[in-house]
């Protein structure tokens, strides 16, 4: 697969499945608009990949309003883009007690309405080349209940629900959404989740086939993004190791 | 914070009936120490107490002590 001349922007890039992404298209020659909310995040990023070839964007997810003034100040429509994938994935834990709708309201902003207004950004006219395809990264929390995991399930659902209906909106200016629904993915997100289990209960039971590696899902983004998938739109692809067989 | 606070604390937290608890509660014989119980625990230390706890640390409590030696 070949990203020469290809512009592919990254939320959520300095961990997890993104930088694993990030790494797989700068490999593969692409060229990148690298986000991250942190500030060890974004200078993780720039001193692994080439300044002078990618570029960098910091934004604080959470603060859905401030996205598009960030994004003009800092990368503007000076490189049209071919793909989007969202990895931004705030996680929460916390039974209906605790739940307080600033935290929800948070869990949301970051994971959901961020998500809707990066697509509004980035399909702007002049923004975007022919045949931009846009990858969500959401949950089987999405589709299978977990006790505790609310905010963080119906940000994910919200974010599957949006992309079928963009995918009927969007294809007249052939633009392709797709989400991926990961099960459970060896990052630094899922180590620390393992911290906080407090029962013995195997996470793993269900996904027979083990714990995931985020090249697995790198494997899939790419192939969402690229010109095989090109009959595919709005769909959302298990990555779950069987989770939700 | 003295101790009967964080009894309190901690009634409140797993929904108990204030004045059930005693230090010397065995949490094994809680009905409401459940799994999104100790979730609330680990919700209770981090946001009153700023500190961090885990599962195993969790799992290594056995009476309403430990949880208190723990905050302290």
Redesign the interface.
């Known amino acids: 697969m070949n990203f020469e001349n290809k512009v592919i922007v990254i939320c959520g890039a300095s961990k997890g499945i993104g930088f694993n992404l990030a790494q797989t298209i700068d490999a593969l020659g692409g060229t990148m608009v690298l986000h991250a909310s942190s500030d060890e995040g974004i200078q993780k990023l720039k001193g692994t990949f080439e300044p002078n070839k990618h570029v960098f964007f910091q934004a604080n997810f959470a603060e859905p309003t401030q996205l598009e003034q960030a994004w003009q100040e800092q990368i503007g429509s000076a490189q049209k883009v071919d793909g989007f994938v969202n990895c931004v994935g705030l996680r929460s834990?916390?039974?209906i007690?605790?739940l307080k709708s600033e935290l929800v309201l948070e869990v949301l902003s970051a994971n959901f309405v961020s998500h809707l207004e990066m697509i509004r950004i980035l399909t702007k006219k002049n923004f975007y080349n022919t045949g931009l395809s846009i990858v969500g990264i959401s949950s089987i929390a999405a589709h299978s209940g977990g006790?505790?995991v609310t905010a963080y399930a119906a940000s994910k659902a919200a974010m599957e629900a949006a992309t079928r209906c963009l995918a009927k909106e969007l294809h007249k200016k052939e633009i392709r959404l797709n989400t991926i629904v990961c099960g459970q993915i060896h990052t630094e997100a899922y180590d620390a989740f393992?911290?906080?289990?407090?029962?013995?209960d195997q996470v793993l039971e269900r996904q027979f086939m083990g714990l995931g590696k985020p090249q697995e899902v790198t494997d899939i983004i790419l192939f969402l993004l690229g010109n095989q998938s090109r009959f595919i739109t709005g769909a959302s692809i298990p990555a779950d190791g069987g989770y939700l067989v | 914070m003295t101790d009967q606070e964080k009894i309190s604390l901690i009634e409140d937290t797993l929904?108990i009936e204030a004045g059930t608890l005693t230090p010397e509660t065995e949490l094994a014989n809680i009905e409401e120490y459940d799994?999104?119980?100790?979730?609330?625990l680990?919700?209770l230390c981090d946001e009153e107490f700023g500190k961090k706890?885990?599962?195993?640390q969790?799992?290594a409590f056995k009476t309403v002590s430990d949880i208190i030696t723990f905050l302290a």
């Open positions: 834990r916390r039974p007690n605790l006790a505790g393992m911290e906080t289990k407090t029962d013995s | 929904e799994s999104m119980a100790k979730l609330s680990i919700v706890l885990t599962g195993e969790i799992r």
